[in-house]
């Protein structure tokens, strides 16, 4: 659960993300490429961009609902479990990948009350998309 | 890899195979990458950073720090000059790790034997301040902080915290 200082921080970083999805989102992926490489997945650089956006979007629905992540995340929850089944070992590796891009945007901007929050907003995300798992 | 056959007492046969020495490698380009960052760094700084958003953004890893003092606030922690001399030796410590990338393991034995003989450290706390170290160092270098150095660094920050974790095994 997100505190109302937490929900704002998360709230105040979306900010400057919305809008900009689609570029984020390719960013997002382009550095997740390094743990992934074992995959072998060589997106091109329009998959990275459609992909990338949906992602961000869906971060952004999360962001518009973190009070009810459960009811707001379920279509995606049951994608995660029934077709995509992304090992859940790889959200805190795309979790950091997404620290570290906003980060390098946000440099001073990104303080360690605005990281804790995203840590745990983001945590949370991850564990509503991996709860149907089994 | 060399096979190796054991004979169990009760007369089993069980093969098993001979691991290779797991020394972690990095290309000329990955050294170049962390040692040029390297050189920008400021220490005492970014280790004070590092370590304070450590305890903060995971409370837990307070249990190690006792003795520091306040840290009861995000506030109090990062201004806590325990905290920012302790974060200054930690990563002084990792300027170590830059200069000896292929011989992390016997660079790290004697701190490894520290953190887990006498400190008991779970291993997972050395992935999670390798991980604080890529964020400061995004926020300090920005668009610098590219995704080919980001993956040296966290090759380099993951290898550290194995050798660090290499007298638990």
């Known amino acids: 659960m997100l505190s109302a200082q937490e929900r704002a921080h998360v709230a105040q970083v979306w900010d400057l993300i919305a809008g900009h999805e689609a570029a984020f989102g ?17 997106p091109d650089e329009a998959q990275l961009l459609t992909h990338g956006q949906r992602v961000l979007e869906a971060v952004g629905v ?4 973190t009070d009810h992540l459960r009811a707001a995340l379920s279509p995606l929850a049951d994608l995660h479990a029934q077709v995509l089944r992304v090992d859940p070992a790889n959200f805190p590796l795309l979790i950091q990948c997404f620290h570290v891009m906003l980060a390098s945007h946000l440099q001073g901007e990104f303080t360690v009350q605005m990281q804790a929050a995203w840590d745990k907003f983001l945590t949370e995300v991850a564990m509503v998309l991996t709860e149907k798992y089994r | 890899m060399e096979k190796q056959q054991h004979r169990l007492a009760f ?48 409370p837990w ?43 992390l393991k016997d660079t790290f034995a004697e701190l490894s034997e ?23 160092l995004a926020t300090h270098f920005s668009k610098e902080f590219t995704p080919q150095v980001q993956a040296a ?16 095994h």
């Not at chain 2, 520290?114 to 301040?129: A, G, R, T």
């Not at chain 2, 966290?154 to 638990?168: C, E």
């Open chain 2, 153 to 168: 660094w966290q090759k380099l920050t993951t290898a550290v915290a194995n050798a660090l974790a290499h007298r638990y």
């Open chain 1, 62 to 65: 999360a962001v518009q609902h």
């Open chain 2, 61 to 103: 890893t307070q249990r190690f720090f006792d003795n520091f003092g306040n840290l009861s606030s995000e506030s109090a922690i990062m201004g806590n000059p325990k905290v920012k001399a302790h974060g200054k030796k930690v990563l002084t410590s990792f300027g170590n790790a830059v200069k000896h990338m292929d011989d």
């Open chain 1, 26 to 42: 390719a960013e997002l992926l382009l550095s997740t490429k390094i743990y992934f490489k074992h995959l072998g997945v060589c």
């Open chain 2, 11 to 58: 007369g089993t046969l069980v093969i098993t195979s001979k691991l290779p020495d797991t020394m972690v490698h990095f290309t000329a380009e990955e050294k170049a990458a962390v040692v040029s960052l390297w050189a920008k760094v400021n220490v005492e700084l970014v280790g004070g950073e590092v370590l304070g958003r450590l305890l903060v953004v995971y």
């Open chain 2, 114 to 136: 520290l953190h887990c003989d006498k400190m008991h450290v779970d291993p997972e706390n050395f992935k999670l301040l390798g991980n604080m170290i890529l964020i400061v």
